[in-house]
């Protein structure tokens, strides 16, 4: 998982941690391609405890991301209308709380800090991190060194 700045190249950027284990993004994309998004928009509709805690969590991902803005970031996102995009919106940028726009945005928050989503997609992946014996990231770092 990586941390990413709020603001990038004169830009608003609403994700502030980044998925970057290709193991658990590969077990996600099998996710999402078979229709856990849904499901899980499902399950907030129905789990009036998960969505209380969804909302918690988009809260305080939106007052962590607006915490690392320099004062002059803020000056400038608000000179140019931006602003908004990074007070009223919540994980990733999702304006609705009740929609999921990728679980890799939910597992990413879940690492870093507490969300539920992100902790019902890592229980169901099975394990958070790659199999001693299948460990992906050596194959990208060795690709980075060569």
Not at 43 to 58: C, F, G, M, R, S
Request: with cysteine.
């Amino acid at each position: 998982m990586l941390s990413v700045y709020p603001y990038i190249e004169g830009k608003p950027f609403p994700t502030i941690f980044w998925l970057s284990c290709p193991f658990l993004r590969r077990g996600i994309d099998r996710l999402e391609a078979a229709g856990w998004i849904k499901r899980m928009e499902g399950k907030i509709a129905e789990d009036k405890n998960l969505l209380t805690e969804l909302q918690a969590a988009h809260r305080s991902y939106t007052e962590e991301r607006l915490k690392l803005l320099t004062a002059e970031d803020r000056r400038t996102l608000q000179k140019h209308g931006q602003l908004r995009s990074l007070t009223k919106t919540g994980i990733g940028g999702i304006a609705v709380d009740r929609w999921l726009k990728c679980l890799h945005l939910h597992v990413a928050h879940a690492m870093a800090r507490e969300n539920p989503i992100g902790e019902l997609i890592l229980n169901k992946i099975g394990r958070p991190s790659c199999p001693p014996d299948d460990v992906i990231c050596h194959t990208y770092m060795n690709v980075a060194t060569d």
